[in-house]
Nanobody, 121 residues
């Protein structure tokens, strides 16, 4: 079984920073792409940032220059450093990862339970 557990959310004032972490555990052979999504109240879940197994990154336009995604392959952790936070960044943030459990299995996408980020104005 595989689990993704996020941490680091909370309440912060506009202009502040938070660092989210997501740790994958369980039976893991390899982790391919990892990413952070968010879902604000009444809105659809959207991709915030993604990172490939070799470190290639993508970002939604609204966070470019403010958020940075990174990963520690040795520890199976993906991070999201969020700077210059705005009230519109308020959402529940979810990590996901495409994980192979054995050398011969296909990658399956797993999701964390979410961590709440609230940015006050």
């Amino acid at each position: 079984q595989v689990q993704l557990v996020e941490s680091g959310g909370g309440l912060v004032q506009a202009g502040g920073s938070l660092r989210l972490s997501c740790t994958a555990s369980g039976r893991i052979f390899s982790i391919n792409e990892m990413g952070w999504y968010r879902q604000a109240a009444g809105k659809q879940r959207e991709l915030v940032a993604g990172i490939s197994s070799v470190g290639i990154t993508i970002y939604v336009d609204s966070v470019k220059g403010r958020f940075t995604i990174s990963r520690d392959n040795g520890k199976n952790i993906v991070y999201l450093q969020m700077n210059s936070l705005k009230p519109e960044d308020t959402a529940v943030y979810y990590c996901n990862a495409r994980i192979q459990q054995t050398r011969y299995s296909v990658g399956v996408i797993y999701w964390g339970q979410g961590t709440e980020v609230t940015v006050s104005s």
